[in-house]
C-alpha cells in the first residue's frame, strides 16, 4: 500500500533548501571572532499565506519552523571552529510567544553537533511590545533550555532592559548609523553594555573603534574599511 505524504512532506520535497549566508562579528579593536551572524533569503513572516483553510498547521507553527531552521544551520555549520560560536539565529516574533519553541528547539539542537548555548536566537525590537512580565518569563524559558537570546535594534529600540530582562540578553545588534543621531539608543547601548551585554553594530567602520568601544560598542559585523 502506498503511504500517503503529509502537505508538509511535499513542500519540502518541491522546495529547495534555504540559502544561509554567514557573516563573522569581531571585536573592533582586536579583531578576534565572537561569533558569528546566520542569515537567511526567508523569514517566516514572508512566507505565502492563503488562509487558515489551506495553510499546513505543520508549515504554520512558528516554533516547528524555528526548529527545523536550526537543524539545517547546525547542518551547514557543521566542523567550523569554536570561534564561530555562537551563531546568531533571527527568529520570528510569533516564536517568541508560542508555547513549544524552547522545547522544539531544544530537541532539534540535541540531534545535533551543536549545543544550546552555540545558538543566540534574536527577536526584533517588536516582539518585546507586549507586557514586561510576559516577554521576560519566555525569554527565561529559552534560558533555562542553555539557549542565548539576543534582540535586533537596527530599526527600533522601544524595549525596555529592565533589570529581570538585563540579566537574560546576551547581545543587542544596533545600526551604528543611528549612534549618532539618536540620544536613546546611545543611553540604551550605555545600559546594555553596563549589565555584561554584547553590543553588536551594523555599518561601522574600523576606524571608529575606540569611540564605539567608549559608548559601549565593541563588536561588529561586516565593518568597513576606509575608502
Known amino acids: ?12 520535497r518541491l522546495s529547495p533548501p534555504p540559502v544561509f549566508r554567514f557573516h563573522s562579528v569581531v571585536h573592533l579593536l582586536s579583531g578576534d571572532s565572537l561569533g558569528q551572524v546566520c ?39 557543521h566542523g567550523q571552529p569554536a570561534s564561530q560560536r555562537p551563531i546568531l539565529v533571527p527568529a520570528p ?5 508560542h508555547a513549544n519553541t524552547a522545547v522544539a528547539c531544544d530537541a532539534a539542537i540535541r540531534r545535533t553537533s551543536l549545543c544550546q548555548q552555540e545558538v543566540c536566537l534574536e527577536f526584533s525590537d517588536s516582539a518585546f511590545a507586549g507586557g514586561v512580565s510576559d516577554y521576560v518569563s519566555r525569554v527565561g524559558l529559552l534560558r533555562r533550555h542553555g539557549f542565548r537570546v539576543a534582540i535586533d535594534m537596527r530599526r527600533s529600540w522601544q524595549t525596555p532592559l529592565n533589570d ?11 545600526d551604528a548609523r543611528a549612534l549618532e543621531t539618536n540620544g536613546d539608543l546611545l543611553d540604551l547601548v550605555e545600559v546594555a553594555d553596563a549589565s555584561g551585554i554584547l553590543i553588536v553594530a551594523e555599518n561601522a567602520h574600523w576606524r571608529d573603534g575606540e569611540y564605539l568601544a567608549n559608548i559601549g560598542v565593541h563588536a561588529a559585523t561586516r565593518p568597513r574599511t576606509d575608502a
Open 1 to 12: 500500500m502506498r503511504a500517503t505524504q503529509s502537505p508538509l512532506d511535499r513542500q519540502s
Open 164 to 174: 529581570s530582562l538585563r540579566l537574560l540578553i546576551d547581545t543587542i545588534r544596533v
Open 39 to 77: 542569515e537567511t533569503p526567508l523569514a517566516f513572516e514572508e512566507r505565502v499565506v492563503f488562509g487558515p483553510r489551506t495553510q499546513p498547521t505543520e508549515v504554520a507553527n512558528p516554533a516547528k519552523w524555528l526548529s527545523e531552521q536550526l537543524t539545517r544551520i547546525a547542518s551547514a555549520t
Open 93 to 97: 516574533v510569533a516564536s517568541l510567544a
